[in-house]
């Protein structure tokens, strides 16, 4: 079982730049490949991101560049940096937890989700 806690969100101007946190409890952090979504408002969960147990990257092609996620393993924590923020990337950001297999962008493939931190952009 894994828990996991978002935090970091918040109002922040276009063009600026917010650090998202998600704390995971447990002894087998480093196992898992954690990801994270969005909900823009009315709209459906989506991928953004997600870091392999092993440590690799994949990101949604339309964020590539702006995003970037890390994970401290000694810490139990995954990291979502953003950059260049835009009014279209207001929305719940939700951290997800798999254990490690092959790349996924399914909201289906992970097993494990916080309860998510608001984002919003001011134009």
């Known amino acids: 079982q894994v828990q996991l806690v978002e935090s970091g969100g918040g109002l922040v101007q276009a063009g600026g730049s917010l650090m998202l946190s998600c704390a995971a409890s447990?002894?087998?952090?480093?196992?898992?490949?954690m990801g994270w979504f969005r909900q823009p408002p009315g709209k459906e969960r989506e991928f953004v991101a997600v870091i392999r147990s092993s440590g690799g990257a994949y990101y949604a092609d339309s964020l590539q560049g702006r995003f970037t996620i890390s994970r401290d393993n000694a810490k139990n924590t995954v990291y979502l940096q953003m950059n260049s923020l835009k009014p279209e990337d207001t929305g719940v950001y939700y951290c997800?937890?798999?254990?490690?297999?092959?790349?996924?962008?399914?909201?289906?493939?992970?097993?494990?989700w916080g309860q998510g931190t608001q984002v919003t952009v001011s134009s």
């Open positions: 447990g002894r087998t952090f480093s196992s898992y490949d």
């Open positions: 997800a937890a798999r254990a490690a297999g092959d790349i996924s962008e399914r909201t289906t493939a992970y097993a494990y």
